[in-house]
Every structure is written in C-alpha cells, then in structure tokens.
C-alpha cells in the first residue's frame, strides 16, 4: 500500500486530522479577468524578458508588476498633494 493510499484510507476512516497536523493559512486572490494587448517591437520584448528572467517571473507578470507600481505612486501622489485618489 503506498503512502498515498495510507493516506486516502486514513481520511476515509475519519481520521483526516493528527494532532501534530500543522495549519495553513490560504490566501485567495480574485481571478485577474481583463486582458490588455500592449505592442512592443522585438528589441524591447527581448529586453522585458531578459529582465524577467533575471528575477525568475514571466515577462508579462514583470510587466504587470510594473504597470502596478506605476499606479499606486500615482495615487501616493495624488493624495500627497491632496486631490482624491480612485
């Protein structure tokens, strides 16, 4: 029987919990659900993905990254000055 089995058969019997089970804390994040096509040449997809590479991501969440940090120095911005931020 392997491990898994053990396991599965373990649950099955009621006895899903050990006492020195540890406890998880999960966070769910909404789904990401608009898309936004962004135009770049070559030269500078390389470039976006050289970078990404470096910090072990994707290009495109490095760009999201980045389209993010942009937003919120601008709303930091706008209520430093003392406008309304949205």
Do not use: N
């Not at 599965?8 to 009621?14: N, T």
């Not at 930091?76 to 406008?83: C, I, L, M, Y």
């Amino acid at each position: 029987m392997t491990d898994v089995d053990k396991e599965i058969e373990r649950i099955e019997h009621g006895d899903a919990w050990d006492e020195g089970d540890e406890v998880v804390q999960v966070e769910i994040k909404k789904p990401l659900d608009k898309v936004i096509p962004v135009r770049l040449s070559a030269e500078k997809w390389e470039k976006l993905r050289s970078e990404a590479r470096e910090l072990g991501i994707g290009p495109t969440t490095l760009a999201r990254m980045w389209i993010l940090e942009r937003l919120r120095q601008r709303t930091k911005a706008t209520v430093w000055r003392g406008g309304s931020a949205q």
